[in-house]
């Protein structure tokens, strides 16, 4: 196996000795007595994106589960500006200002817009006005007063990112967020990625799109059976395509 996650070039990151925001180091999860992630190593400096590329199955998902304490039965550190998260209470880690938008999107159907936006609460300063975020997604200003239920997928993954964006959060991780949506609305949300990656929003995305995802990243983690195999900064792309058409078939 090679690992390569510590070779960081000056081109990898957004400028020169960035903070590392979230870090994983020797992470294992399991779903009861399955053993899922193996001994991770990563982490995310402030104010790039980092996409964690690889089939289905092999722990992407796990990953930002295990992050964000929905999995409680883990090993090793996973460290957010410096404090361990692993000890924390569920309620008590998602205050710290980590905001996970699940592959589900998880947003209240029965709600409207509106009223699924001002729920959350704002868990620290920055939090991103209820009127930018009608600015940075017109549709859910068309639609602020529908129910989740009348809200296409598109609509609902979009949501489920503002309602993130309105709280304060420092990093958002994003599972599979173009999963299932029109290829005009997967331009939409990478647009939006885009203009938060240039506002310094620190962004760690799982995503099967590879032709999405790379015009996204800063640098890339590439996670095969539970373990990030290869790791590299965008600027090498090029010279890891062999690599990532054995591992992902792109």
């Known amino acids: 196996m090679t690992d390569t996650t510590l070779a960081r070039p000056a081109a990898a990151g957004p400028a020169a000795g960035p903070e590392t925001l979230l870090a994983l180091t ?12 193996h001994g991770v190593n990563m ?9 964690l590329l690889g089939r289905n199955g092999v722990g992407k998902t796990t990953t930002l589960r295990a992050i964000v304490g929905l999995l409680r039965k883990r090993t090793g550190t996973i460290t957010f500006r410096g404090e361990d998260m692993t000890k924390l209470p569920l309620h008590q880690a998602a205050r710290r200002g980590i905001g996970y938008v699940p592959e589900e999107r998880g947003i209240f159907a029965t709600l409207s817009v509106e009223e699924n936006l001002y729920l959350p609460p704002v868990v620290a300063e920055g939090g991103m006005p209820v009127d930018e975020i ?17 809200l296409s997928g598109g609509e609902q993954q979009m949501l489920a ?5 309105r709280t304060g959060t420092s990093i958002m991780l994003l ?5 299932g949506l029109a290829p005009v609305i997967i331009q939409r949300i990478g647009e939006v990625l885009s203009t938060l990656r240039a506002r310094g929003m620190t962004i760690l995305l799982v995503e099967q799109n590879f ?9 890339f983690y590439v996670m095969e059976h539970g373990q990030i195999t290869h790791g590299f900064p965008v ?8 690599m990532l058409h054995d591992v992902l078939g792109v």
């Open 43 to 51: 982490e995310v400096r402030a104010g790039e994106t980092v996409t």
């Open 211 to 219: 032709r999405f995802a790379s015009k996204l990243a800063d640098r």
């Open 235 to 242: 600027a090498e792309l090029p010279a890891q395509m062999d």
């Open 175 to 179: 599972d599979e967020p173009t999963e």
């Open 134 to 150: 009608f600015q940075l997604f017109p549709n859910l200003r068309e639609r602020r007063n529908s129910p989740g239920t009348k």
């Open 26 to 37: 020797d992470l294992h999860a399991w779903y009861g007595e399955s053993h899922v992630l």
């Open 161 to 165: 990112m503002a309602r993130i964006l």
